[in-house]
């Protein structure tokens, strides 16, 4: 019953964190003739509830694709649709053409209600009961988990800040990650497929759902259990892509219009000042300048493809949950890092995984996902959301230190450590755990001066997007380093049992 009472404790302070937000700017407010996501959102419900379903991926008289076209796949649009039919208080809201741009104060409150609505039904339920079921150590721990992870600012500033339905494609994926944690492949599959038919960027977390189903399979046997097992799968995800799909199944060019508008590759490598290779890279080789478009798409390809295949391979022959979980990070970060066309908002999708490794690597976690916070702040100043940023992001860096006690467990052991000793062999021998203490302190205090100085001072004239990419490029670092470190830990000895018990 107490365990119960903390939790209910720890979704109020987590709704009333995201209410207190929602409370600030969103993208594009009073910016005309574009304006922002806000806008977005809201257009997507005024097409889908004016227009037939023939006509919302296609360019007409009136559906213009130039204007926020809708580019998510049948479940977002089914989404924006139950949005739009809730607006009865206000048909204005969305009228054809004559909706376009609006703004109120009723209209954003509904607009942030519905995504309030939207993390109450998927999202924290699914967050909810991966601590309680998933989670090692006691109840209080649980709890505490529980807490650090319903505070993440990154997700929360974007979605009751910036303006987004986040939570609905990372809850299913998470709905997807705790029945598979139960044993329950197929209603997992149903979950995971839901996700992936919700937002297209969920492929970052496709290939460790597809190896550690495949793995556990040909595990069981592909001959009796396993094939079975294969496919109903198979039948589940084939179903429920047809269900999501039926309104334009009828016609072959309907269909391949909606790929088209999913996966557009006329908009070039990587846009604005994304905390990716190529972003980075472009400091010092103007990639874009030389290489075709094609080109462009073929190398980022590859290199996603070489960055993801040792972890999914490491996963097909190991097919258990603790490195179907390290492999969820690292498939995540690999296409944040190498893939096509990414967005800043994208370390999200990174983002969740390395949620659920908050009670087994505390430090590391926390480290990574302030990181991932600090890296869309050109973002959240362009939108007006300094003050929820500074808030958000010092109340979670002091709530999870606290109570995940992050610095008391980061010992060599609790950290693994090991393999760096072997792969350092030449040097001599160095408090690793305290070195890595250290660089974290350090690292918290240049996101905080960088933080700074983009709000206090002016960069030169001839160097305008100095801050920006100081700031991507700088966290950058923090998440390739991220992504080295969970390939190691991945390919190294799972850990003791003896090391979850000291931790309860």
């Not at 109020?12 to 995201?18: A, I, K, S």
């Not at 992504?483 to 309860?504: E, L, W």
Request: proline share 5%; glycine share 4%.
């Amino acid at each position: 019953m107490q365990t119960w009472s903390l939790v209910s404790i720890s979704v109020l302070l987590g709704v009333v964190v995201r209410w207190g937000v929602s409370l600030n700017s969103y993208s594009g407010a009073g910016k005309p003739p574009m304006f922002g996501d806000y806008e977005a959102q809201r257009h997507w419900q005024e097409v889908t509830h004016s227009l037939p379903v023939q006509e919302w991926y296609f360019n007409t008289t009136d559906n213009d694709l130039n204007y926020w076209g809708l580019d998510y796949p049948p479940l977002t649009a089914y989404h924006s649709l139950i949005c739009a039919h809730m607006q009865i208080i206000n048909p204005e809201w969305v009228e054809l053409h004559k909706s376009r741009g609006y703004e109120s104060p009723k209209h954003k409150l509904f607009m942030r209600t519905t995504v309030l609505v939207a993390d109450l039904l998927i999202y924290i339920p699914a967050v909810v009961f991966y601590c309680l079921c998933l989670s090692d150590g006691s109840s209080k721990k649980k709890v505490c988990t529980l807490l650090c992870f319903l505070l993440y600012p990154g997700l929360i500033l974007i979605d009751y800040g910036h303006f987004q339905y986040n939570g609905v494609s990372l809850g299913f994926a998470l709905w997807g990650v705790l029945a598979l944690g139960l044993g329950w492949d197929v209603p997992g599959s149903v979950a995971f497929s839901l996700a992936l038919n919700y937002k297209q960027m969920e492929l970052y977390h496709a290939l460790p759902f597809f190896c550690y189903l495949l793995g556990k399979c040909a595990k069981l046997g592909l001959t009796g259990r396993g094939l079975f097992l294969l496919v109903r799968i198979a039948a589940t995800v084939l179903v429920t892509f047809a269900l999501c799909w039926l309104p334009f199944l009828s016609d072959l060019n309907q269909a391949l219009q909606v790929v088209r508008r999913i996966f557009p590759v006329a908009r070039g490598l990587f846009e604005d000042k994304v905390a990716n290779t190529w972003c980075s890279l472009n400091v010092l080789i103007k990639i874009r300048s030389f290489l075709s478009s094609d080109s462009q798409l073929y190398l980022s390809l590859a290199c996603t493809l070489l960055a993801v295949l040792p972890s999914s391979i490491r996963l097909l022959t190991k097919p258990t949950f603790w490195q179907f979980k390290l492999a969820l990070v690292n498939s995540s970060l690999a296409f944040f890092l190498f893939s096509y066309q990414v967005h800043e908002k994208s370390i999200l999708l990174a983002a969740l995984p390395v949620c659920l490794l908050l009670n087994d690597f505390p430090l590391v976690a926390i480290w990574f996902l302030q990181a991932s916070t600090f890296s869309m702040l050109p973002l959240f100043l362009k939108d007006g959301l300094l003050v929820p940023y500074v808030v958000t992001s010092l109340a979670f860096l002091f709530f999870s230190m606290y109570l995940l006690s992050a610095l008391e467990r980061s010992s060599e052991e609790e950290l693994r450590l090991g393999a760096y000793h072997k792969m350092l062999f030449f040097l001599p021998k160095m408090d690793l755990a305290c070195l890595v203490r250290w660089k974290f302190y350090i690292c918290v205090a240049v996101m905080g001066c960088l933080s700074v100085v983009s709000v206090t001072l002016a960069p030169p004239t001839h160097l305008p997007d100095l801050f920006p990419v100081l700031v991507s490029t700088f966290a950058f670092m923090h998440f390739f380093g991220t992504f080295v470190y969970f390939h190691i830990v991945q390919f190294s000895a799972p850990p003791s049992k003896k090391s979850h018990k000291k931790n309860d």
